[in-house]
């Protein structure tokens, strides 16, 4: 009985052994990425055209901080790498990448929005998405007219994607959506027409003044 007992124990082990084996022949699909990489973007154009779109501004009082803002314009050659960028990382078939191209277009042509993260060393003060807030942020071409926000939003879900596609985002600041016509109120005029040579975020408030500016000489990505 001693002989069969091992006999049971050696069969059992083995079949242990070959579970995996089994269960690994049944994907057909080989891996052929690394589940790491130094390049989050893969070497594409995505990082290059974020970062010219991606300024910085800060306030001080003294050595104190007052604001710390990062902010990306999404302009269209930015949402043009921005679709791509996202076509590729979740193998979007042709007709859904179509489809997000032209989403992207179509709010470019309507609006002139801006992802910005803030920090406020006072945290009851990041509140550009109040009425009441001690900040009032302004759009302005060439210095010229200031042109407030159509909405400004904050980003409460802020997860993985939003750090992927604006890497400046981190846990310490607020994220808000900041949009803009795309024409003067009741007109069809452009508030930013072929002829401005820059377009500028301000931010003004108790704590003090602050501007981003993006030149507008070079649309190409």
């Known amino acids: 009985m001693k002989v069969l007992s091992n006999g049971i124990k050696l069969?059992?082990?083995?079949?242990?052994?070959?579970?995996?084996l089994l269960l690994g022949c049944q994907s057909s699909h080989p891996i052929d990425e690394a589940g790491q990489t130094a390049d989050p973007y893969k070497g594409g154009e995505y990082s290059a055209v974020a970062e010219r779109w991606t300024r910085e501004a800060r306030i001080y009082r003294g050595f104190d901080v007052e604001l710390i803002a990062q902010a990306t314009f999404k302009a269209v050659p930015f949402r043009k790498a921005y679709a791509e960028e996202y076509a590729r990382v979740y193998l979007l078939t042709d007709t859904a990448r179509t489809r997000l191209?032209?989403?992207?277009?179509?709010?470019?042509?309507?609006?002139?929005?801006?992802?910005?993260?803030?920090?406020?060393?006072?945290?009851?003060?990041?509140?550009?998405?109040?009425k009441d807030s001690v900040w009032k942020v302004y759009l302005t071409t060439d210095g010229q007219t200031l042109l407030e926000?159509?909405?400004?939003?904050?980003?409460?879900?802020?997860?993985?994607?939003?750090?992927?596609?604006?890497?400046?985002?981190?846990?310490?600041?607020?994220?808000?959506?900041?949009?803009?016509?795309?024409?003067?109120s009741g007109t069809a005029v452009p508030v930013i027409?072929?002829?401005?040579?820059?377009?500028?975020?301000?931010?003004?408030?108790?704590?003090g003044k602050a501007t981003m500016q993006w030149d507008l000489d070079d649309q190409a990505p």
């Open 193 to 207: 027409d072929t002829d401005e040579k820059s377009v500028s975020l301000v931010f003004t408030g108790v704590r």
């Open 11 to 20: 069969a059992g082990i083995l079949g242990l052994l070959l579970v995996p």
């Open 101 to 130: 191209e032209d989403d992207q277009k179509a709010a470019a042509e309507r609006y002139h929005d801006f992802i910005l993260a803030a920090f406020v060393p006072e945290i009851k003060w990041n509140d550009f998405d109040k």
């Open 149 to 184: 926000p159509l909405e400004i939003r904050r980003i409460r879900k802020v997860d993985a994607a939003i750090s992927h596609f604006y890497p400046f985002v981190t846990p310490w600041k607020v994220v808000y959506r900041l949009r803009f016509p795309g024409t003067y």
